[in-house]
């Protein structure tokens, strides 16, 4: 199930704005909430007030049995505090369907099939969703961004901090969004369409070849091509 709870916040102009949030969402039972990630407007309210629109970043838990999913999400602050996070969401996956779990659970929805993901913000959340649905990989599209960018270094040199993967086209081209480096990211909603081909060749090499070639892309259960450019992150670093 999902569990939901009221909460007060405070808007820019003063006024107090009460929503509705999530503590935790079951992907398969709460379709209506999963479709609210993709359509980006999972904790989004407008202030009755003064019309702005107001997003609150929660921790929360996304669950989603028929498909495997297993994500724990963060604040994109919590970036800084990576290992706490994913200890976090480790206890958790253990408890729910790892190690402590009953064997009849584990047994019941083939927990060694799930992916268990450490996410910051919504937006890492949907990304997941959307690439997840396509069958692609996560630690393949972070090392085809990290391609991606190194070719474009115009984009960097404009304040690109990451590509975030929009939709795959009915051809299978990849859309991805710019995602700029401010506090908190910005997603000006540029569009940058990138072609298959790319990412075949990484997604058909082995993992444990991809990861000895970029072992700073993933530690524990987070894969982000934001862990090469942010030096405080916990794990393997480039050498």
């Given at each position: 199930?999902?569990?939901?709870q009221m909460?007060?916040?405070?808007?820019?102009?003063?006024?107090?704005?009460?929503v509705h949030?999530?503590?935790?969402?079951?992907?398969e039972?709460?379709p209506?909430?999963r479709?609210?990630?993709?359509?980006?407007?999972l904790?989004?309210?407008d202030?009755?007030?003064c019309?702005?629109?107001?997003?609150?970043?929660k921790?929360?838990?996304?669950?989603?049995?028929?498909?495997?999913?297993?994500?724990?999400?963060?604040?994109?602050?919590?970036r800084t505090?990576?290992?706490?996070?994913?200890?976090?969401?480790?206890?958790?996956?253990?408890?729910?369907?790892?190690?402590?779990?009953?064997l009849?659970?584990?047994?019941l929805?083939g927990?060694?099939e799930?992916?268990?993901?450490?996410?910051?913000?919504?937006e890492?959340?949907?990304e997941?969703l959307?690439l997840?649905?396509?069958g692609?990989?996560d630690?393949?599209?972070e090392?085809?961004?990290?391609?991606?960018?190194a070719?474009?270094?115009?984009l960097?040199?404009h304040?690109?901090?990451?590509?975030?993967?929009d939709?795959?086209e009915?051809d299978g081209?990849?859309s991805?969004l710019?995602?700029?480096a401010?506090i908190?990211?910005?997603?000006p909603?540029l569009?940058?369409?990138t072609?298959?081909?790319?990412?075949?060749e990484?997604?058909a090499r082995?993992w444990?070849?991809?990861?000895?070639?970029?072992?700073w892309?993933?530690?524990g259960?987070?894969?982000?091509f934001?862990?090469l450019?942010?030096?405080?992150?916990d794990?393997?670093?480039?050498a």
């Open positions: 199930m999902s569990l939901t909460r007060d916040i405070v808007c820019e102009c003063g006024a107090t704005v009460t949030t999530a503590d935790s969402i079951n992907g039972r709460h209506h909430m479709q609210a990630v993709l359509d980006r407007t904790h989004t309210f202030c009755g007030a019309d702005k629109k107001l997003v609150v970043e921790q929360f838990l996304y669950v989603d049995l028929e498909r495997k999913q297993f994500y724990g999400v963060f604040p994109d602050a919590d505090d990576e290992k706490r996070c994913a200890n976090e969401l480790v206890a958790a996956w253990n408890h729910a369907l790892g190690d402590q779990a009953p009849s659970v584990r047994a929805f927990a060694g799930f992916r268990v993901r450490l996410c910051f913000g919504n890492e959340l949907r997941k959307v997840d649905e396509a692609l990989d630690l393949s599209l090392i085809f961004k990290a391609h991606v960018l070719e474009r270094r115009d960097v040199e304040g690109t901090r990451t590509l975030r993967l939709r795959v009915p081209a990849l991805m710019i995602e700029q401010t908190p990211p910005r997603m909603w569009a940058l369409r072609e298959r081909a790319a990412y075949d990484i997604a082995p444990q070849e991809l990861l000895r070639s970029y072992p892309i993933a530690w259960p987070h894969v982000s934001l862990r450019t942010l030096p405080h992150v794990g393997p670093r480039p």
